[in-house]
Nanobody, 127 residues
Framework: QVQLVESGGGLVQAGDSLRLSCAAS????????MGWFRQAPGKEREFVAA????????YYADSVKGRFTVSRDNAKNTVYLQMNSLKPEDTAVYFC????????????????????WGQGTQVTVSS
């Protein structure tokens, strides 16, 4: 059983930064691409960023490109999402997810490609 535990969310002002962490356990973390998604009230879950199993490839939604950075530390079984220049529209619950297939260079942006999810961490950005 894979467990993903997010942390690092909170209430910040527009322009501030936050770093989310997602600690994984239960399978060989370094073999699997990881993704970050978010869901705002009344909206569907949307893709934010993804990182390949090796960390050599990263992908971002257009809405966060240039502001957010996804990274991973395979020795610590942890994936991170550094969020800079936060905007009120970034307010959402943020989820990390593990891809269902190993060794994916391009993990994709569809939630259905990921089979394990964390419980989410709230990020609120005030204007």
């Amino acid at each position: 059983q894979v467990q993903l535990v997010e942390s690092g969310g909170g209430l910040v002002q527009a322009g501030d930064s936050l770093r989310l962490s997602c600690a994984a356990s239960g399978r060989t973390f370094s073999n699997y691409a990881m993704g970050w998604f978010r869901q705002a009230p009344g909206k569907e879950r949307e893709f934010v960023a993804a990182i390949s199993w090796s960390g050599g490839n990263t992908y971002y939604a257009d809405s966060v490109k240039g502001r957010f950075t996804v990274s991973r530390d395979n020795a610590k079984n942890t994936v991170y999402l550094q969020m800079n220049s936060l905007k009120p529209e970034d307010t959402a619950v943020y989820f990390c997810a593990a891809h269902r297939s190993p060794f994916m260079r391009y993990p994709g942006s569809f939630p259905s490609a990921y089979d394990y999810w964390g419980q989410g961490t709230q990020v609120t950005v005030s204007s």
